[in-house]
């Protein structure tokens, strides 16, 4: 495989950290996860965070207004920043290890706040290049324009780039662009997949 790869491109909520959110959110809401996420997914404020299209304090005061949260928005920032966790156990150590023989980027829906914790949990741009933000790009996984996007920043064709994530409708799209692609399971992340692919010990 390594002879077919030029690019490893990588999620991150999932893949790289964990995400808790709309479990954490759900909680803190009480109501089903999936019912959160319909919640999410029905609000144009809340949904246009990760392309970039809403503000830190207009999605904070919309998402105490959806899941009735009554706190303040530097509760609730803390709280949704806090959401993502620290690196998988030993993945940023293999995916530097990768970058001996791999150019390594991702490619990650999310949004300001997020982005400012991961930049807080590990040096991402030492470890990915480039990194790639759904809310500094304004497009969103899966539109294949987020993928063409990483096609004409790299300059690497994308029968030679391979991509994790965690959403199958994010690796379906990848795939239709030409990408190869493998899942990851949210909950262990990328690292097994990376020694099933004998990419890593």
Known sequence: ???DIDLLLFDLG???VPWVGMEALADRAGMSVEDARAHFEQSDILKGYQRGASRDAAFLDALSQRFALDAPRTVLARH???WVRPPFPGVIDAIRTLGDDFATAC???TNALHWERLHELFDLKAVFDPALASHELKLAKPD???FQTVIDRTGVAPDRILF???SPENVRAARAMGMRSEPVDP???VLPVLKRLGLVA
């Open 1 to 3: 495989m390594k002879a």
């Open 14 to 16: 999932g893949v790289v």
């Open 80 to 82: 949704w920043k806090d």
């Open 107 to 109: 490619l990650s829906n």
């Open 144 to 146: 294949p324009a987020i």
């Open 164 to 166: 994790f994530d965690d």
């Open 187 to 189: 909950m262990q992340g």
